[in-house]
């Protein structure tokens, strides 16, 4: 019999991710504060609960896609969480990003309810969640996401298994800052292109096709020869992440010197009121 | 007919990039001082030449493959230069990774010789040159681009005319500091996992799904994993390719403070005498 999975965070995300579920035939149940999403997914099939806490009891894996740390830890931990109903092996799967540190910490709090958890931070963006294309970095117990394989399969193309409890949220981590620093990077080759009156598509045409080919070359280069900053992904999202990634990599002792500088320019974007727009708009900052 | 060519410069990439010409098929003169190499290319059809000069007068295409702006300028206009026997309508395509704003000069000097000349930097490696799959970078008119098409074909794949002269070497300059720069980020995405007591491979693997994908973390990571830094590309020559980027963003008032801390890092490589290392070898820096 296919799991009944409840979801928890139905924003930009979220959303498109449970419709995959729905298109898959998973029986969902879903907990909104929006009346209009909550119609919505009424209307597409999906059981509207009450809390989170209602959720739990009715289901055997809960999703979390939320925003914040705080967020995750109230939906699991908080007067109306999942933990005071759910039941003793059921699943919480956590595709937020988020603390890896608080991650560990709310997998053993769950263990002691005999409750499993995995997290499962993803990347693609938007484009990929509404494709069933992300790519899904697994941390947990091994065993635990064999049983949820399917589950992932209906979401993303990408699915591994990075290691323990967090470890999904140190790739992401790490995914991010690589992002950041390449956007840097292509934003940097790009200005010297032009300001030395070279056309800078041509110089990301001959690009693409040798070692500093990059996604972000790809996708980020074109928005900014476009002065399209559509997200995408927002530079305040991207900020708080970029926030997590040096907070870990301060309490391991990581010297990253080329991310804070990414961060500074994700601040800078943010503080001069960008935040709604993609973390490529970076390179408005240096244009003007 | 087949365009004669003479080709200066059999090094480490001139070498096979010159085999290239010969299986084509095209008439091939050489300059070398290495007796080793002047056997190797006799042996395989080519013509010996005992000067730039005295090439210059037999061929209608001279390629240049030197390592430095000084190098170039010797080749073209020193005492035994090929600007004093090269036949008006002839071409001079330099290959080699030197300064915008000198070749300018150059083009122009030969100008007025009614020697053409194309900068034509490539990218791609030793593996590229040996596979013929090269990207190549050309700044100069596109009417003497069209007359050499056929045999930049045979030494790679990719070939953009990016604009006029220098313009190519502009294109080479963003490709090498997006790669330094990438590289660094790699490497502290790798130092962030590892030391958070997360396995590096499994979060490359993870992240060559999305959108931190790049050449750079798929080739350059493996190195950092394995702890194999055999060149690839030697630091030193990463170093050299780097100056001249930072040189023409000074000149031209660009500011690139990432590209320069890339440029940091390949200096304290080359500086503890790892010159000769792929430039990769920066993750070892911040590993000891």
Do not use: W
Not at 210 to 222: I, Q, T
Not at 257 to 282: E, F, R, T, W
Request: net charge neutral.
């Amino acid at each position: 019999m296919m799991k009944k999975i409840g979801f928890i965070g139905l924003g930009i995300m979220g959303k498109p991710m449970a419709k995959n579920l729905l298109n898959a035939k998973f029986p969902l149940y879903f907990y909104t504060r929006r009346p209009e999403t909550e119609t919505e997914f009424v209307e597409a099939g999906a059981i509207a609960c009450s809390s989170p806490k209602e959720l739990a009891s009715m289901v055997d894996v809960m999703i979390t896609m939320v925003p914040t740390t705080h967020d995750v830890e109230e939906v699991i931990f908080g007067k109306n969480g999942i933990v005071h109903t759910a039941t003793p092996g059921s699943i919480v799967i956590d595709m937020s990003t988020i603390s890896a540190s608080a991650t560990k910490k709310f997998a053993e709090k769950l263990a002691q309810h005999q409750i499993d958890m995995l997290d499962a931070p993803v990347s693609g963006g938007e484009q990929g969640a509404i494709n069933g294309s992300l790519s899904i970095m697994v941390g947990g117990k091994e065993e635990v996401l064999s049983k949820v394989k399917k589950i992932f399969s209906a979401m993303g193309k990408q699915i591994v298994h990075i290691g323990d409890h967090g470890a999904g949220q140190t790739a992401k981590a790490c995914n991010q800052i690589i992002i950041a620093e390449t956007i840097i990077a292509v934003d940097e080759a790009l200005r010297l292109a032009k300001k030395s009156g070279v056309d800078p598509a041509k110089v990301r045409e001959a690009l693409l096709g040798g070692f500093a080919a990059s996604r972000v070359l790809e996708v980020h280069g074109k928005r900014m020869l476009d002065g399209n900053y559509e997200p995408g992904f927002k530079a305040s999202l991207h900020r708080k992440d970029m926030h997590l990634a040096l907070d870990e990599a301060h309490h391991a002792g990581v010297y990253i010197p080329a991310a804070k500088y990414a961060m500074q320019c994700i601040d800078q974007l943010v503080m001069k009121g960008h935040s709604n727009l993609d973390s490529s708009a970076i390179h408005l900052l240096t244009e003007e």
